[in-house]
């Protein structure tokens, strides 16, 4: 079946540096990668949707040059936490959907620890 | 704005217990129904899906069913296991099973004792 692949599964870093998370789809096209974030024993929230090749489109109240989202291939897609501080700790995750009717398929997520 | 709202946890129950969590949804036009579940430490998995109105989704013994009477997709199982004990997410979509993004419930954790 479909695969989605996040990397790193767990990161810790000091506060002020970028941390950059990887999600890349193993077997099939994905046309369209979406980032969520989860606060403990909290919902998913979309932040933002990628489309391969173009820029992505944001959620209100998600800062894009806090939240830095490339997806230049078909198979990868990047967030980039830029400046991170402690609020920005967090369990971020990806998932990719290859044509337009079929699912999506999650990554197993990021955990982000900012001292 | 698109909703879903899940009962609140979290539940704990007995194995061979039946299981029931309630979603009910709001939205405009027709849209799709998921459940996903999600273990420890791990992303989401789609446990199951309907698209229409009178559709039943089911999976690994749990199913549930597109109630657009009641805009209800409430998930049941008859007999759960240990290793059911996860966080389960109701979700809805629009414009197809994944064409538009999907709007999350706020998940109900269940433990289940042996």
């Known amino acids: 079946g479909a695969v989605v692949s996040q990397h790193p599964s767990w990161v810790i870093c000091k506060s002020g540096t970028s941390v950059k998370i990887e999600c890349r789809s193993l077997d099939f096209q994905a046309t369209t990668m979406f980032w969520y974030r989860q606060f403990p024993k909290q919902s998913l929230m979309l932040m933002a949707t990628s489309n391969e090749g173009s820029k992505a489109t944001y959620e209100q109240g998600v800062e894009k040059d806090k939240f830095l989202i490339n997806h230049a291939s078909l198979t990868l897609s990047t967030l980039t936490v830029t400046s991170a501080h402690p609020e920005d700790s967090s369990f971020y995750i990806c998932?990719?959907?290859?044509?337009?009717?079929?699912?999506?398929?999650f990554g197993d997520g990021t955990r982000l620890s900012i001292l | 704005g698109d909703s879903v709202t899940q009962m609140e946890g979290p539940v704990t129950l007995s194995e061979e217990a039946f299981l029931t969590i309630n979603c009910t949804y709001t939205?405009?036009?027709?849209?799709?129904l998921f459940w996903y579940v999600q273990y420890p430490g791990e992303g989401l998995q789609l446990l199951l899906k309907a698209t229409k109105a009178d559709d039943k989704g089911s999976n690994k013994g749990f199913e549930a069913t597109y109630r657009k009477e009641t805009t209800s997709f409430h998930l049941e199982k008859g007999s759960v296991q240990v290793s059911d004990s996860a966080v389960y997410f109701c979700a809805l979509s629009k414009g197809g099973q994944g064409a538009q993004k999907l709007v999350f419930g706020q998940g109900t954790r269940l433990t289940i004792n042996p």
């Open positions: 939205a405009t036009g027709y849209p799709s």
């Open positions: 998932s990719a959907r290859g044509i337009s009717n079929q699912p999506q398929h």
